[in-house]
Nanobody, 124 residues
Framework: QVQLVESGGGLVQAGGSLRLSCTAS????????MAWFRQAPGKEREFVAT????????DYADSVKDRFKISRSNTKNTVYLQMNSLEPDDTAVYYC?????????????????WGQGTQVTVSS
């Protein structure tokens, strides 16, 4: 299985921006559909965004659409999450996930590999 390491979390004021990165190792990166999830204190983990193998297709949760952008670099084995106009409700641990797939289905939220998470805190 691919190993995933997230970075880029931190503390930011409402309205600010952060870019998360997730670097993969131990697998053929361009064979994996990648995604970001998040889990706020006391809440279940929720889907944020996903991206196809070459980056040509993406999908977002309604709560982050138009504010967040997922992208990837297959030469750097890295997926990114650019987060703009951050709100206190975006405060959560953000997780990177990967799944080895041969077909695109953004509604399939079962991912086989997960990172350890990075904390994002948005102050009001």
């Amino acid at each position: 299985q691919v190993q995933l390491v997230e970075s880029g979390g931190g503390l930011v004021q409402a309205g600010g921006s952060l870019r998360l990165s997730c670097t993969a190792s131990g697998g053929t990166f361009n064979k994996y559909v990648m995604a970001w999830f998040r889990q706020a204190p006391g809440k279940e983990r929720e889907f944020v965004a996903t991206i196809s193998w070459s980056g040509g297709r993406t999908d977002y949760a309604d709560s982050v659409k138009d504010r967040f952008k997922i992208s990837r670099s297959n030469t750097k084995n890295t997926v990114y999450l650019q987060m703009n106009s951050l709100e206190p409700d975006d405060t959560a641990v953000y997780y990177c996930a990967a799944d080895l797939r041969t077909s695109w289905n953004p509604y399939n939220l079962h991912f086989g590999s997960w990172g350890q998470g990075t904390q994002v805190t948005v102050s009001s």
